[in-house]
């Protein structure tokens, strides 16, 4: 399938990474990332997901391929520079400070700003601004709060360095339907700000809602992939079936 | 009756306080670095000497070196965990543990060559000097030893919860990929916990060499006596430690005012072995959680 595009924000190309050199789990993953947009990467349990957002974020090396945003080369930058050019990660599971208050746990979210305090003061506000309900919690420890609520907290966090590329991590599992479609509605929002999404997600249904481009990745490697019109036809059930959903 | 027991409580705090910061530094590396460093002890009788070193060569009180042995032990720590530590702490947990159990007893060989096994004692003028308050008689050494733990205690208390890398230290050791995700070099940060570790152990050292007697060999009770606050009080927080380093004290000044010696080690480690087996998880499940 030969895709169109415009402009990429983020373009992986033949990635190879893994925890152990020499025993790669991305065998050569080619991604896409068109700006503004959400797009999904799906695939079982162990496919090397979580591991491609890692390298990503820039908090796991590469052992070869290329990343690039906006057309430069941030493979090799440590993972203050991606957050300082506006790549920000939501890892996989809780991952709210469950010991430290809410609002340490989002100040921690400017952790790359904290030489200049006015500017993380700044941010930090304009974070509580944008969820309010926040404020009243501030003083709470994180791991007091329901899951909804560390959910929020967890997305603040993350856009305290003011991302324009979002990396999410199964941002709906172990909540409600309910609270599960706020994320979804949250991200959805985040777009129509112009931010750049890039979800993994084992909800399938709930992901190809709001994709407008799917990648499914298997054992390393790139599997299918196409539009959400393509998914929501017969690729949709090739897939769940494909995955047992 | 009443002295007595307000004499045990007094000299039961002093000796926790003194037990909390030979304890805090384990507990926090194991809390926020998911490492058993049982070389801690070793650190800990490097103190003792060091105060002895200072005193006998340079007439340093030993409240002055409890000061400073924080940066001289602090710089060993950092260095200890880049040349050590970085190499196994990605690897499986028993590798590390091997590594430091060869560093503890490569320190306690040195030691012994070092300085004998003789025992030592660290004799100032405050060493058999007493306070009398009303009908309570304290002796000086616990006391200062007790005065210089609660401030090394709030000082790291202070720096864990109210400076932003402290807290970033704490949000490591609680959640490693998110820290990883949000900038926070952990490297770096593993390293100042790690200097902060074995900082207050070293001057744990000097602490415990004002109240008892030491020899390179008999380190390793200062480790058993560690891992025994550590498990009472569950990992990693300061307060935790603290409060159950204050149990063993008043445990131990107790059943000494009434018990032989002896039993004083049965009474605590059977308390030890109960709450092991209580909790199920042993070591490695209380080295999972984290401050
Ligand atoms: N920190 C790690 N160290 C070593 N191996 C890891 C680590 N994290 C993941 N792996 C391995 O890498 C492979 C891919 O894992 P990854 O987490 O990227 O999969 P995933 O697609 O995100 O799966 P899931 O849907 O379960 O989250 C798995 O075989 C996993 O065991
Ligand atoms: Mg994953």
Redesign the interface.
């Known amino acids: 399938m030969i895709r169109r595009m415009d402009a990429v924000k983020l373009d992986v190309q033949k990635l190879v990474a893994g925890y152990i050199p020499g025993h790669p789990i991305l065998h050569g993953v080619n991604l896409k990332i068109a700006p503004g947009q959400i797009t999904v990467v799906l695939g079982p349990n162990g496919a090397g997901k979580s591991t491609a957002l ?1 390298v990503l ?1 820039g ?1 796991l090396a590469a052992e070869s391929g290329s990343v690039r945003l906006d057309g430069d080369e941030i493979v090799d930058l ?3 520079r ?2 300082e050019s506006g790549i ?5 599971g ?7 208050t809410v609002a ?2 989002i ?3 400017g ?2 700003l ?1 030489g200049d305090r006015r500017r993380l003061h700044q941010a930090v506000d304009d974070v509580f601004t944008r969820y309010p309900h926040l404020r009243d919690l501030r003083n709470k420890s994180a791991g007091s709060l329901s899951g909804g609520q560390q959910r929020t907290v ?1 997305i603040a ?1 993350l856009l305290v360095s003011n991302p324009r590329v979002l990396l999410i991590d199964e941002p709906s599992v172990g909540l409600s339907p309910v609270i599960a479609s706020q994320v979804y509605r949250e991200l959805t929002a985040l777009k129509a700000e112009g931010r750049t999404i890039l979800l993994v997600d084992q909800d399938i249904r709930a992901a190809i809602r709001i994709a407008d481009y799917i990648y499914v990745l298997n054992s390393g490697k790139n599997e299918i992939e196409g539009d959400r019109a393509a998914f929501e036809g017969d690729l949709g059930a090739l897939v769940r079936g494909w995955l047992g959903v | 009756m009443v002295t007595t027991v307000a004499g045990i409580v007094a000299n039961g705090i002093l000796l926790g306080l003194v037990y909390a910061i030979a304890a805090l530094g384990l507990s926090l590396i194991m809390g926020v670095m998911g490492i058993i460093n049982v070389a801690h002890s070793a650190f800990i009788m490097l103190g003792s000497f060091l105060a002895l070193g200072l005193l006998e060569w340079a007439h340093i009180d030993p409240i002055a070196s409890f000061f400073i042995a924080l940066p001289i032990f602090f710089v060993v720590g950092a260095v200890v965990y880049r040349l050590i530590v970085t190499r196994v702490e990605r690897a499986h947990q028993t590798q590390g543990l091997i590594a430091m159990f060869g560093l503890m007893v490569l320190i306690e060989n040195l030691g012994t060559i070092a300085w004998t096994t003789d025992t030592r004692v660290i004799t100032v003028g405050y060493s058999n000097a007493n306070l009398t308050v009303g009908p309570l008689i304290i002796a000086d050494a616990p006391l200062i030893a007790g005065v210089l733990a609660v401030v090394l205690i709030l000082a790291l208390r202070l720096f864990l919860h109210s400076t ?1 890398v402290g ?2 230290i ?2 490591m050791g ?2 490693r ?9 952990v490297r770096r940060l593993s390293a100042i916990m790690f200097g902060l570790g074995i900082a207050s152990a070293g001057a744990a050292g000097v602490a415990l060499a004002m109240i008892f007697p030491f020899a390179p060999q008999t380190q390793i009770q200062w480790l058993a006596w560690a891992f025994l606050i550590v498990v009472l009080g569950g990992l990693g ?1 300061v307060e935790s430690t603290l409060v159950s380093a204050l149990m063993v004290g008043l445990i131990q000044t107790a059943a000494t005012a009434f018990l032989p010696f002896d039993y004083v080690y049965l009474i605590l480690y059977v308390a030890l072995a109960t709450i092991l087996s209580v909790r199920r998880q042993g070591l490695r499940g209380v080295a999972r959680r ?2």
């Open positions: 890692r974020a908090f440590p993972t203050y991606h957050i920000a990660l939501l890892p996989q809780h991952s709210v400070f469950p010991d430290l340490e746990n100040e921690l979210g952790w790359i904290r967890e966090r | 932003m807290r970033a704490r949000a609680q959640n990929d998110a820290a990883l995700s949000l900038g926070i070099n927080r984290a401050i």
